[in-house]
Every structure is written in structure tokens, then in C-alpha cells.
């Protein structure tokens, strides 16, 4: 497989697909660890692979850190997923999305907030690192 912008922008169009049937069936108002939870189980019913609360390591001159960060997700080694349930949003959520991005060194991530009424339109925002603008287009 190729890693192009095509293949990344599919994947991301699985994602959020699975995000919004997650949305759609338990609507706003519930706790983040539900949302988590329930989207797990959705990714597996899709077949989408994924790692949960993944422990990001920090090199620090050589020597791993313990910063004790966790991302909620990681797609196929490749999308980083963070999600919140929230009625507001703040500039430190992606500040931390954008933090694992680096750290991971991945090309792309997502930031879901399921407090909203609509997911796709209110609570989607996706966030690319110059790794995705170096891609092929396909």
C-alpha cells in the first residue's frame, strides 16, 4: 500500500462515518469514556483498526520521558483521534492534538466533540502536518 493524501482522505471518510453512527445513536449530553467506548466497538463492527489510550512516548536528547500522555486513538498507525464531550470548545484541545501528531510524527488528526447537536457540521475539526502536504495526491 502507498500512503497518498487519496488513501489518508479515505480512510478519514471511514472514520467519521463510524463517528457519526456513534453520534447518531446516543446523541449529545453523555460522558466522553461512553462516546469512547461505544466507538471502539463501532470501529471493530467496521473493521477499522485501532489502538486505545496509547501511551506517547517522549524522546527527550536520546532518553524516554515519561510525560504521561494518551491519545484516544490511533487509526491504522496513521490518524490520531481525540475525543472530548464538551460545551465549549478550547484552543488547549487542539494544542494537544496537534502534541501527539508530533510526537507520533502522523500525518493527520481528529478532534471530535459529541456534546454538539450535529457531529460532522459543529463537532468535527481535522488537522494535517506538513508529513500529509508532502504526500502524492494518489
Do not use: W
Not at 461512553?34 to 477499522?48: D, G, H, M, N, P
Request: charged share 20%; aromatic share 10%.
Amino acid at each position: 500500500m502507498k500512503l497518498t493524501k487519496a488513501f489518508l482522505d479515505e480512510l478519514t471518510y471511514e472514520i467519521n462515518g463510524a463517528a457519526i453512527e456513534v453520534h447518531r445513536s446516543l446523541g449529545p449530553g453523555l460522558l466522553e469514556k461512553v462516546y469512547k467506548s461505544c466507538l471502539a466497538r463501532e470501529f471493530e463492527l467496521r473493521s477499522i483498526n485501532y489502538q486505545q489510550e496509547l501511551l506517547i512516548p517522549v524522546d527527550y536528547k536520546g532518553i524516554q520521558v515519561n510525560a504521561d500522555l494518551r491519545c484516544d486513538f490511533i487509526i491504522e498507525d496513521l490518524i490520531c483521534l481525540e475525543l472530548k464531550a464538551v460545551k465549549e470548545h478550547q484552543p488547549i484541545f487542539e494544542a494537544q492534538l496537534m502534541t501527539y501528531l508530533k510526537l507520533l510524527n502522523l500525518p493527520k488528526g481528529i478532534l471530535y466533540n459529541f456534546f454538539v447537536v450535529n457531529l460532522f457540521t459543529q463537532g468535527t475539526k481535522t488537522f494535517v502536518t506538513k508529513l500529509f502536504q508532502n504526500l502524492p495526491p494518489h
